[in-house]
């Protein structure tokens, strides 16, 4: 029964996503992919958030760090030069086991770079360890002294990719290389990727959004929405809270990495931007807005207002729109607006029905 | 062996004694309730033995091992299982959902194979989900099953809540004022249930105020005051005390004896 | 040693604004609970609105105007969003101060533009420097030093001996008990943000001419700020200020001991974040006004 409202869902959804892409092409408006490839990365973020917010009832107000640590890492190792280390005994290990690649830089030279499958990894690896020693301390404090401390984090994070050389300090990092996925798939910018990414962007998602259909509704799931509803009475039913907020708020931070690692690849490059309290707050509005606990929400609303927002839509509004967003919703419809929503429609049948 | 050894337990809560000299045992198979008049330490004595705080001094055994100062989570995994006297249950979740939080001491699958959905996880949810189903139709709950808990009424409640606490299979089962709320009929039934409980050899240890009740179910009672036990022993022993007289003016067991 | 000294006062002039904007922190923490993320909007408010009305009336009148109207603008907020939203739980009040904190930078940036400007020294200018102890500073430091002291002192006055000072730690200590003695809640709470609005405003002035005025300050003084009032202790306002004075000497020997400049942001929310981790209390704090941790 499960099993077949999730299936049905992401066929749906992925029904949308060809439909979409079709559609751009016979208007002539292939340009919007590029949005909306940068739209789904970002909802994987959304997503991830999700679990932390509206299942486990946590707050963190820094979850753009953990993006722009997965895109960093993955940037500056796939950019930087280690023609030193490679000399190396232990670099020569490396090399042989392709961790290291030659390729060639702009000027026509020879780059010793990370593989980016490797880079990947590194940044998967890095951000679970931060997430893990952030969390540990952080996810024992109560409500606004977690928001605090996450907002904290994220700022520390912010602070140190724009005032550090090695991050590129206010540029970020460009040059990032096309990484070859497999032969016929490229995750790059050039134009004629653009389809094959667009669907490897989406594939992601869904792919993401079908894990995290199938957490919730299990056993872990149902442990994490105790810890919302009552974590004393759930701490006595033999759950141990700390150890289950912890793994989802690292599960979390590893999936905003992976995307940051993706987007990069995509973009060619990042920027401190990422990192930043303006991206963190935005993360959790379309998390709110999504209704906390709504995964399908939070990726169409996430997909829809980044969308509009990247193409600019909201002109030098954008932060304000996203700011009154949190305010309204927070205010008026604390559990999501859909829930309002659907009681309307549920009393509006029970009247009519008599 | 007792199940539950209490030794000389103290807590002091910033310089007021709460609890001292706290001696006791609870036999396995036992039904043994603590009464008291209000402000006895009884909920304090309960949530120090379900691992809520530790106590200032003293020792608890279970099982022969030591639980004093255990997380709550870790006291449940050793096979105690309570309810709470202001219920805590998951309001937003269903009942049956509230019953399957109760299986998760049982059951392993974590997050990778929920995530992935493995053959081993659904089958260990679908087995999940046929146990607490078990434990509402004992109660007579099948029918509210996709209710969200919120919607129940007090008594309902009060029920749920006891079928997630025996969901977990304990060993031993703290009842915090389990009476507290119901009417009369739901106070009868719960005197069935309990008795029912026992029968499936799992120990029971309540807190409770209503006298007929503790009077009717109970192999043994401890009487509590102002933080001290003042009586332990049978129902018509302790009834007789004249300490635990005096210290309920009579009333209460002017009223059960009848 | 005199380099020493012109850290130090730096640190401290610094840490006087994180401390003003800490006992803002404080006094609405213990009156109504919430803690206020747009404070450090009030900073920028008062710069912003003083620079505008200089154009108009000379300085002295412009900075208490300035004042008057961001104790305005913190009195609409308070009715405005919490009023009526006292049901939400605590968290859902302090993430909407985040957005109003957001919309308030946007408003700035399009009113004003994201220039950087600044209100002219009050006395003298910026190559005026006063030699104390060794350590050259411009006379504007002590406007700011005088500044906090008068601010705080007034402060601690008011609550302790005015009766709508008394009113409000009473809210603070027990808001039921205040409500039956007749103490009007609503109206204090309003009192409260107008209060911190006010102090903000005053900092925002007098800290212009030295560390400019930008629509985007707002957001890394309310964090500094809030470093400074958890560091004390939240609730209690002279903490908050010992709190301010030590997050802007840590920041200064920060950069004296060799870390980039571009960290020194950084230093000040990385002892935020430890604070909460280590000690959530505070220096100062006693009881906590609810447990900072969970079970």
Request: proline share 3%.
């Amino acid at each position: 029964m499960h099993k077949s409202r999730t299936t049905l869902t992401v066929i749906s959804l992925a029904a949308i996503v060809v439909v979409v892409q079709l559609l751009t092409h016979c208007a002539g408006k292939e340009y919007y992919l590029t949005q909306m490839i940068m739209a789904a990365y970002y909802s994987i973020v959304v997503l991830g958030l999700c679990l932390v917010m509206g299942y486990a009832g946590q707050i963190s107000l820094g979850h753009a760090a953990f993006f722009a640590m997965g895109g960093y890492t993955s940037a500056i190792l796939t950019t930087t030069s280690f023609s030193a280390a490679a000399g190396t005994g232990a670099g020569r290990i490396l090399r042989g086991l392709g961790v290291f690649v030659e390729r060639a830089d702009l000027y026509g030279g020879q780059l010793v770079t990370v593989n980016p499958w490797a880079a990947f990894l590194m940044a998967m690896l890095l951000t679970a360890a931060v997430a893990f020693l952030i969390g540990y301390p952080a996810l024992r404090l109560k409500g606004h002294y977690l928001a605090m401390a996450t907002l904290g984090f994220g700022l520390i994070v912010y602070r140190i990719v724009l005032g550090s050389e090695f991050a590129g300090s206010s540029d970020g990092v460009t040059g990032v290389p096309e990484w070859r996925i497999c032969p016929g798939l490229v995750l790059g910018g050039s134009t004629e990727y653009r389809v094959a990414n667009y669907y490897l962007a989406w594939g992601v998602t869904l792919l993401v959004l079908v894990l995290l259909l199938n957490l919730v509704r299990s056993r872990v799931g149902r442990a994490l929405r105790s810890i919302h509803d009552g974590e004393l009475a759930a701490n006595a039913m033999g759950i141990n809270t700390a150890r289950f907020k912890l793994q989802a708020f690292v599960f979390s931070a590893v999936l905003a990495a992976a995307a940051g690692c993706l987007l990069t690849h995509y973009n060619g490059g990042i920027g401190p931007s990422e990192a930043g309290a303006m991206k963190s707050i935005r993360y959790v509005a379309l998390v709110a807005v999504g209704g906390m606990d709504n995964l399908l929400g939070g990726l169409v609303v996430s997909t829809v207002l980044t969308f509009l927002s990247l193409r600019g839509y909201f002109g030098t509004y954008d932060h304000a729109v996203f700011g009154v967003i949190l305010i309204a919703i927070i205010s008026l419809a604390p559990e999501g607006p859909l829930k309002p929503v659907a009681a309307w429609f549920k009393g509006f049948t029970v009247r009519k029905g008599g | 062996m007792a199940l539950l050894d209490v030794q000389n337990v103290r807590h002091c809560f910033s310089g007021l004694l709460a609890l001292d000299k706290v001696t006791f045992q609870v036999k396995e198979g036992q039904v043994k309730s603590i009464i008291g008049p209000n402000g006895a330490g009884k909920t304090t004595l309960f949530n120090i033995v379900s691992g809520i705080f530790p106590p200032s001094s003293g020792s608890i055994r279970f099982c022969g091992d030591s639980i004093a100062g255990l997380k709550p989570y870790q006291v449940a995994r050793k096979g105690i299982s309570r309810t709470f006297q202001n219920l805590s249950l998951f309001l937003r979740m269903t009942v049956l959902e509230n019953v399957m939080v109760g299986r998760h001491i049982r059951t392993r699958q974590g997050f990778v194979s929920s995530a992935l959905r493995l053959p081993g996880q659904i089958r260990e949810e679908k087995a999940m989900r046929e146990a607490a189903m078990v434990r509402l139709e004992e109660l007579g709950l099948a029918a509210v099953a996709d209710v969200p808990a919120g919607s129940l009424s007090f008594g309902q409640r009060r029920m749920v809540e006891l079928a997630r606490a025996l969901a977990t299979e304990p060993k031993l089962l703290l009842l915090d004022e389990p009476a507290s709320g119901l009417n009369t009929r739901e106070k009868e039934g719960l005197a069935g249930i309990i008795a029912t409980i026992r029968s499936k050899n799992v120990t029971i240890l309540l807190v409770e105020h209503d006298m007929s009740l503790v009077m009717d179910v109970s192999d043994e009672i401890l009487v509590l005051h102002s933080g001290v036990p003042i009586a332990e022993g049978p129902p018509a022993e302790v009834r007789n005390n004249k300490d635990v007289v005096a210290v309920y003016l009579g009333g209460d067991f002017a009223d059960a004896s009848n | 040693m005199s380099e020493i000294l012109q850290y130090i006062f730096s640190g401290i002039t610094n840490g006087g604004i994180y401390a003003i904007v800490a006992v803002g922190f404080s006094v609405v923490y213990s009156t109504t609970g919430v803690l206020n993320l747009a404070q450090g909007e009030f900073v920028m408010l008062g710069g912003m609105v003083a620079i505008s009305l200089l154009n108009v009336v000379p300085l002295p009148v412009a900075v208490v105007a300035a004042v008057a109207i961001v104790t305005l603008c913190g009195c609409i907020l308070e009715m405005l969003f919490f009023r009526h939203l006292r049901s939400h739980s605590i968290l859902h009040l302090i993430i909407i101060t985040i957005g109003l904190s957001i919309v308030i930078q946007e408003v700035a940036l399009h009113v004003w533009d994201e220039k950087v400007r600044s209100l002219p020294y009050f006395t003298g200018d910026e190559c005026s420097s006063i030699k104390l102890a060794g350590a050259a500073i411009s006379p504007q430091v002590l406007w700011v030093l005088g500044a906090v002291a008068v601010v705080v002192v007034v402060l601690q006055v008011f609550l302790k001996y005015t009766l709508v000072g008394r009113a409000m730690r009473a809210c603070s200590a027990n808001p039921d008990a205040a409500m039956l003695a007749g103490i009007n809640i609503r109206n204090m709470r309003t009192f409260a943000f107008a209060v911190s609005a006010a102090m903000g405003a005053i900092a925002g002035c007098v800290i212009s001419p030295i560390s400019m005025t930008q629509y985007d300050m707002g957001a890394s003084l309310t964090i500094k700020g809030f470093a400074a009032a958890i560091v004390g202790g939240l609730g209690n306002p002279m903490a908050a200020v010992a709190g301010g004075l030590l997050v802007g000497l840590v920041e200064a020997f920060s950069v004296m001991s060799g870390l980039p400049a571009a960290y020194k942001d950084a230093a000040a929310f990385a002892i935020l974040v430890l604070v909460l981790f280590v000690r959530p209390r505070g220096l100062f704090g006693t009881r906590d006004a609810g447990s900072v941790r969970e079970c």
